[in-house]
């Protein structure tokens, strides 16, 4: 049985509501060969994608054909404030944002009559292996309407600049018909400016949906002989390296390291690269250390008693009740322990010292560019499954894909914790 999306999930999503809306979207989906049920009323991200129908079709990822080939359907300009929780998106999400809001006012108009969709092109339509991640350093973000809307927007504006800056086509009885039929079919709708037609992005860090979820590092400040670039997948599938038998080489021309994505490849591959490091003194500031350990009582207690914590309250009563335990994992204790020497006079334990997923889970980006430390949040939340909070709030497109696979005591207790409010760091 297909188990309900948690109401706090869809608090902040656009809803989708009235024959007009619901038709655009069944219209959209359509046009890309998917089917949208037949709810009559649910919730969408800014680009398109609804948990409710995810679940429906028992499918987080119905908005892509292809694991690189995702699509975005807006069908109201109002829904562009919504958050982006598209876990197909992968690394289009920031473009798509960027476009959107660059084109918010063309997109309005285009709303009074047709849906809009999007979609992500690379050169490489289809990756056979693991290593090939690595070749992609641009991709394109297209808009169209299912209708030709677009495409006739384009084709006037061409046509009016054929007109005025050619004589013969002042004379030329039908292409000024077909001028007309155009200006009428395409009324109100203006000159489209070319990013919301086409545009093209670099990659620099990345993450994909791609092989069961994979990340690029690329070394930075290397000649591209001597460079690596790491992809981390979930599911690595490589090829035997370059026909003649030599290793394998990017289109850029540097060395490919596929590995297989867990704790102890990820704090190794960003520490290697200098993306991170431990910052102790960031630590005994916040109470990032609390976080990870609610998380992991939550997921210790509920595998003990399911009926019960989800009635336990809040947090601090969590951890109150996790130290009642008599044999608390190792994991716990381990944080337990370095918090204790954060908070005296003790050293801080050596970094090698700690489990790779403790230290995953503590190490801060070396970078203030924002875009580093979304990289970082997002590839930690994807590694560290029981912390809900995280996933949640860093990388929510992940924490959808992954929806179905949360128990439904796990669901219920996350539903309560979003209902009292809990979106802060607790």
């Known amino acids: 049985m297909t188990l309900p999306v948690p109401q706090g999930l869809l608090r902040d999503l656009f809803p989708v509501d009235g024959e007009l809306l619901v038709a655009r979207y069944r219209a959209a989906l359509q046009a890309l060969g998917s089917n949208a049920g037949q709810r009559s009323r649910f919730h969408i991200d800014a680009a398109g994608y609804s948990p409710e129908i995810a679940a429906d079709l028992a499918d987080p990822h119905y908005l892509r054909s292809g694991v690189l080939h995702a699509h975005a359907v807006i069908v109201s300009a109002e829904q562009l404030r919504a958050p982006l929780i598209h876990p197909s998106l992968g690394y289009a999400a920031d473009a798509y944002r960027q476009v959107t809001r660059k084109a918010s006012q063309e997109i309005a108009r285009i709303m009074l009559r047709e849906p809009l969709l999007g979609e992500i092109r690379q050169a490489a339509s289809h990756l056979a292996t693991t290593q090939q991640l690595a070749d992609l350093s ?24 054929e007109f005025l800056e050619s004589t013969q086509r002042w004379l030329d009885d039908d292409f000024i018909h077909e001028l007309k039929e155009l200006a009428r079919d395409v009324r109100d709708v203006g000159a489209l400016p070319d990013h919301l037609v086409v545009s093209r992005h670099s990659l620099g860090l990345f993450y994909s949906p791609a092989f069961g979820g994979s990340y690029v590092l690329e070394e930075a400040g290397a000649s591209a002989s001597n460079a690596t670039t790491h992809v981390l997948c979930a599911e690595p599938e490589t090829g035997e390296g370059a026909s003649d038998g030599t290793e394998y080489r990017s289109a850029r021309g540097r060395r490919v390291a596929v590995e297989r994505l ?165």
């Open 138 to 161: 641009q991709f394109e973000l297209h808009f169209r309407t299912p209708g030709g809307l677009v495409r006739g927007a384009r084709k006037l504006e061409e046509m009016k600049a």
């Open 262 to 426: 867990d704790a102890a490849s990820a704090a190794a591959a960003l520490e290697r690269h200098g993306i991170v490091r431990l910052d102790w003194k960031a630590l005994r500031r916040d109470d990032a250390i609390a976080r990870v350990q609610h998380w992991i009582a939550v997921d210790y207690l509920l595998d003990r008693d399911p009926d019960r914590l989800p009635s336990a309250g809040t947090p601090t009563d969590v951890l109150a009740e996790m130290r009642a335990v008599a044999d608390p994992p190792a994991e716990y204790l381990e944080l337990a322990d370095v918090a204790r020497r954060l908070a005296g006079s003790a050293k801080p334990p050596e970094p090698d010292s700690l489990s790779a997923i403790t230290r995953l889970r503590l190490l801060k980006p070396a970078s203030a560019r924002e875009d580093v430390s979304r990289f970082v949040a997002h590839l930690q939340a994807f590694v560290d499954p029981l912390h809900l909070g995280r996933w949640w709030r860093d990388a929510p497109d992940v924490f959808f894909s992954r929806l179905p696979e949360l128990s439904r005591e796990k669901r219920a207790y996350f539903a309560r914790w979003l209902d009292e409010g809990s979106r802060s760091p607790q």
